[in-house]
């Protein structure tokens, strides 16, 4: 499958997207939207990989929507099109995704970084919803993700001030999980991606759903359904493997299964 807005690159099992549109600073237009969608299918299928790494440029993960093409648009384009309603799709790959941020990770590039599994941070990097300048709001789940991952003040805060939140404040805000150097920023996210590839692959999408899922229930939902799906593991030879291999004192040997 070839691409025009961005690169895809499987190194082992790790899948790597680079978003580039550097013209733009990555903006995210729909035809970034569509092939990444078209990205994220082809990753999900692939048995042959285990995680994926979504990065931008080190100036820019993404400085937003594409503003230039929502510029002429009404309700009824908006509204009647659901615009945007494509990135809920993304959400829905089974297969761990790792935001990996250098410099501005703005309006729209702040939502899809987090809609991702979570955010590794070049120490350049620089998070906000700045929609509110162009007298509009975030659309694709900004103010949503952002106060539950940051709290009601900072959220409330970045939203109604369109501020710029650095690495380490959104380190502290339990936004991203770690800052690393810049340079550093993806070979990182690729050995992280690695240790997660490397998991049993039913395990991996288990402790994933079951983590999602504490941002939709109840406590007592939350705590039942991952209990349910901990006595299901019980049925995957990779538990049987899994648990054999730590008392032989060798790796296991996956099978998926
Ligand atoms: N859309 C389109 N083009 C952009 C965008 C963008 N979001 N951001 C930057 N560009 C373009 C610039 O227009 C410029 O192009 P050109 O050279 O042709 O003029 C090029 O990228 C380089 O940008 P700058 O010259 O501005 O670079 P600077 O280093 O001076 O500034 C900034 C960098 C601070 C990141 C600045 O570009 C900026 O403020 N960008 C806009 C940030 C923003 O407002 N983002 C939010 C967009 S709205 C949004 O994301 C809503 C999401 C929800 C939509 C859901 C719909 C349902």
Redesign the pocket.
Known sequence: MSYETILVEQRGAVTLVTLNRP???N??NSQVLSELLGAMRAFDADPSQGCAVLTGSE??FA????????QAQGFAD?YGHD??AGWDVFTRTRKPIIAAVSG?A????C?VAMMCDFILAADTAKFGQ??I??A?T???G?SQRLARAVGKAKAMEMCLTGRMMGAEEAERAGLVSRVVPAAELVEDAVKTAATIASMAPLAVKANKEMVNAAFETTLAQGVAFERRLFHAMFGTADQSEGMAAFVEKRPGNWTGK
């Open positions: 013209q733009a600073l903006a995210l100036k820019a400085a937003g929507a594409d503003i230039k093409e929502m908006m615009f945007f501005f703005l309006g729209g590039g939502e700045p929609e300048k162009l509009v975030p659309g694709m900004g």
